[in-house]
T-cell receptor, first 110, second 115 residues
Framework: GIQVEQSPPDLILQEGANSTLRCNFS?????LQWFHQNPWGQLINLFY???GTKQNGRLSATTVATERYSLLYISSSQTTDSGVYFC????????????FGTGTKLQVIP | DAGVTQSPTHLIKTRGQQVTLRCSPK?????VSWYQQALGQGPQFIFQ???????QRGNFPDRFSGHQFPNYSSELNVNALLLGDSALYLC??????????????FGPGTRLTVT
């Protein structure tokens, strides 16, 4: 099956710093979604981004499907950004199961 | 606009027992997917229900079964519980079936502990 690797696995940032999270996938995908899982376990939608670039406030994401990766940018990080960030993909070829990445655990310190 | 709701929030069961978890989709959504998330890992896809039928299934044994009702709500049933079934069970809803063909929205989850 498709492999979805995220990097870095862990990240500690000072409040106000910027960061880039990466999601690599081993096969072509139809769709991709980014989530933030807060400390209570709730998965929060960030971006639905099969291709191209989207921005929402301090966050933006870019997916280059032909090169099999997606990036999530966090600018001016805040302590509330702490948690685990997951990308999830649906691989192409009529096999429409969803595979989540390995996750990036982010801690933003004051 | 009500989001995805799940019940119960927490549950403790004994090995060998059976459990039923419930999910109500976001208003206007007709598709429900279930995921299992073990501690420290990403969610694993169990199955997806659309039009009251199972449409896709992940690599989970037949002990895991589900149901979707005419009002689009769904149940996840797990029989003969094992210690390894302890996890956070997440429900996601979307408008339309098929993997991530439509954006998925997640509920708060049910934390299942098997002793």
């Amino acid at each position: 099956g498709i492999q979805v690797e995220q990097s870095p696995p862990d990240l500690i940032l000072q409040e106000g710093a910027n960061s880039t999270l990466r999601c690599n996938f081993s096969d072509s995908v139809n769709n991709l979604q980014w989530f933030h899982q807060n400390p209570w376990g709730q998965l929060i939608n960030l971006f639905y981004i099969p291709s191209g670039t989207k921005q929402n406030g301090r966050l933006s994401a870019t997916t280059v499907a032909t090169e099999r990766y997606s990036l999530l940018y966090i600018s001016s990080s805040q302590t509330t950004d702490s948690g685990v960030y997951f990308c999830a993909v649906e691989n192409s070829g009529g096999y429409q199961k969803v595979t989540f990445g390995t996750g990036t655990k982010l801690q933003v310190i004051p | 606009d009500a989001g995805v709701t799940q019940s119960p929030t927490h549950l403790i069961k004994t090995r060998g027992q059976q459990v039923t978890l419930r999910c109500s989709p976001k208003s206007g959504h007709d598709t429900v997917s279930w995921y299992q998330q073990a501690l420290g890992q990403g969610p694993q896809f169990i199955f997806q229900y659309y039009e009251e039928e199972e449409r896709q299934r992940g690599n989970f044994p037949d002990r895991f079964s589900g149901h979707q009702f005419p009002n689009y709500s769904s149940e996840l049933n797990v029989n003969a519980l094992l210690l390894g079934d302890s996890a956070l069970y997440l429900c996601a809803s979307s408008l339309g079936a098929g993997g991530l063909s439509y954006e998925q929205y997640f509920g708060p989850g049910t934390r299942l502990t098997v002793t």
